[in-house]
């Protein structure tokens, strides 16, 4: 026989949002090819649309920077929406038109006639990106606090990947060209054409794969009153039938034969087939309430067979509850039915009052306007900055002073991908050995102070003629700081979603997601004033990390979250009495 397998944490969630594992590993299936796409885009596009205006008759270098930076304004703008439009539920639909959007904008970008088509192509996909902040509230309701940073950090990865693969895809188009009537598919056009295919497939799939979950149950409830509610949820996912059928099986009314035995013990000899919904709901009561209200006991076994452990029937007379006494035992008030518990929960008529509050509940800003959270929110907003600032100043830095071409430069964005892939590795594995949070993004503003201080340290030495010392500092900052991004980008948005209610998740991943594309706006626009002045450009990095540091050591305490335990309904639960006298039911699914 296989092994028990513990109805554990993440199958009481998912009960409970009306997923199973397998819909929840489609849905992150999709969300993963969603941000892998971006990543290709990001890479096959952004290298190859300077030369495709200028093929425009777009001689404007002006122009270029109002391209780039459209699609991050259409992102500022697009985030909440989408990020309000989740918290009412129906994520699958905006995943859907995130995907047409960026059909849309990358057809458009495919059939260019002049620049303000690329203008307008960027725009449109811009809007399509700001589906982001949906897909992350989705991953905070889906997950448990003990798994959530390494499924974002995960589905972040992908996007990383994307990067790293996409430039493949333009050495296979350099030499396309096709006449399609008005229409010509060349290794400049190419990159719209193929991502436009690329992202109905997308679209295909996410119809097919990802699925919603139910936020309709406890929309109306506080963080509190959902926690102390929780257990009885998940019965809202199934229909009346499902819980009738798993209310006689819990009060012994399955038709079967019920064979007494000596000291007032009872044994059901017989198996039934049921469906898989009522095994699940079976198991959740036990896992949540244990028998007749009691400790929870249930677990799966095997290939769908349910494990329901009762505790066998007293001779006592205290307990009420010889042999035969079933049907006393179906009246008792201690094993109310399923479906009445579930009903009589949202009319607030649960037999067990829930506690009072510590605190009343914040309003949907009292939620992120906490002083913890907008420190989250200024230090992903620097870090962002400074990447994207640190992005646009390389290249011309790297041609002025170490006479780098665009063979070079390949090179060191190969080498940045790759140090970004082993970053996410161990932000991966700090996850799995249990490392909090907090502690992840501390050791990645270490890492960006580590690597602006040693790009401070090389500037005397730029203008020598032997340039080795300062090539060796540079390669070593830009690895610490390419290090340090994915220690600050997955925890963040996790971390957030632990902090507040899961009510609002897609209004303050709106929020964050604004910030970031805040900041690659204005980003690009700091480092092209200072690309004269490395000096000042360098210190002001540095200043930035040092008060983002600052401000995240002062509130430090405040971010402590505990990774084990996602609502205080297990934590609840009574401790399991233990009785010798006990029988077990196995009910295949």
């Known amino acids: 026989m296989s092994s028990a397998t513990t109805f554990d944490e993440t199958d009481a969630l998912l009960l409970e949002v009306g997923l199973t594992k397998k819909k929840r590993r489609g849905s992150l299936y999709v969300l993963g090819l969603f941000y892998f796409l971006s990543g290709v885009e990001y890479a096959v596009i952004l290298p190859t649309i300077w ?35 989740a918290d009412s539920g129906g994520i699958k639909r905006l995943v859907l038109v995130s995907s047409s959007f960026m059909v849309l904008g990358n057809f ?57 693969l996409g430039p493949g895809l333009n050495f296979g188009l350099e030499r396309l060209h096709v006449d399609m009537g008005p229409l010509v598919l060349d290794s400049l056009s190419a990159p719209g054409f193929f991502m436009a295919i690329l992202w109905v497939l997308c679209g295909i799939l996410g119809f097919f794969m990802f699925h919603d979950i139910k936020l309709e149950g406890n929309a109306h409830l506080t963080i509190d009153e959902s926690a102390s509610v929780k257990p009885l949820l998940a019965y809202d996912s199934y229909d009346s039938s499902v819980l009738e059928e798993a209310d006689r099986i819990l009060n012994g009314d399955n038709d079967g034969a019920v ?11 017989r198996k039934r087939r049921i469906p898989k919904g009522v095994a699940l709901v079976i198991n959740y009561n036990q896992a949540y309430t244990g028998p007749n209200g009691g400790e929870a006991s249930g677990h799966v076994q095997g290939e769908g067979m349910v494990s329901v452990s009762e505790e066998g029937p007293s001779t006592r007379k205290e307990d009420g509850y010889g042999a035969g006494s079933s049907e006393k035992r179906r009246s008792s008030t201690s094993s109310t039915p399923l479906l009445q518990r579930a009903h009589s929960s949202f009319r607030g008529e649960s037999s067990s009052a829930p506690s009072e509050p510590a605190h009343p509940p914040l309003s949907k800003w009292g939620e992120y306007l906490q002083l913890h959270v907008l420190v989250l929110f200024m230090v992903q907003f620097l870090c962002i900055f400074n990447q994207v600032a640190l992005e646009t100043w390389v290249t011309p830095f790297t041609d002025h002073y170490f006479r780098w071409q665009e063979k070079e430069n390949s090179i060191m964005y190969i080498c940045v991908g790759a140090t970004a892939i082993l970053a996410f590795a161990c932000v991966q594995i700090m996850s799995i050995c249990k490392i909090s949070d907090r502690f992840i993004m501390l050791v990645g503003l270490f890492a960006e102070a580590i690597g602006l201080i040693v790009a401070t340290g090389m500037m005397p030495f730029l203008d020598e003629k032997d340039t080795t010392f300062a090539l060796t500092a540079f390669i070593l900052s830009c690895f610490f700081i390419v290090f340090g991004l994915p220690f600050l980008f997955v925890p963040s948005p996790s971390l957030v979603s632990k902090l507040t209610s899961e009510q609002y998740q897609g209004f303050g991943q709106g929020l964050r997601r604004t910030l970031v594309s805040l900041a690659t706006i204005v980003g690009p626009l700091w480092a092209g004033s200072m690309s004269q002045h490395v000096t000042v450009f360098v210190g002001f990095m540095l200043g930035l990390v040092f008060v983002a540091m600052t401000s995240y050591l002062a509130v430090i305490k405040r971010l402590a979250v505990d990774a084990t335990s996602e609502s205080a309904a297990p934590s609840q639960q009574p401790s399991r009495p233990t009785s010798a006298r006990s029988s077990r039911q196995e009910v295949p699914a």
């Open 108 to 164: 458009l970008y495919f059939a260019a006639q002049d620049a303000y088509c690329i203008l307008e192509s960027r725009f449109l996909c811009g809007w399509g990106s700001g589906a982001a902040a949906a897909s992350f509230a989705y991953l905070a309701r889906v997950t448990t606090k003990g798994e959530r940073t390494q499924i974002i950090g995960t589905i972040i990865a992908c996007r990383q990947l994307g990067v790293l």
């Open 259 to 269: 064979q007494p035995t000596h000291g007032g013990r009872s044994r059901r000899k």
């Open 51 to 85: 030369l495709y205006l200028r093929d425009l008759e777009e001689h404007r270098q002006w122009f270029l920077g109002l391209v780039i930076s459209f699609f991050s304004v259409a992102s500022m703008f697009s985030s909440p929406l989408y990020g309000l439009f």
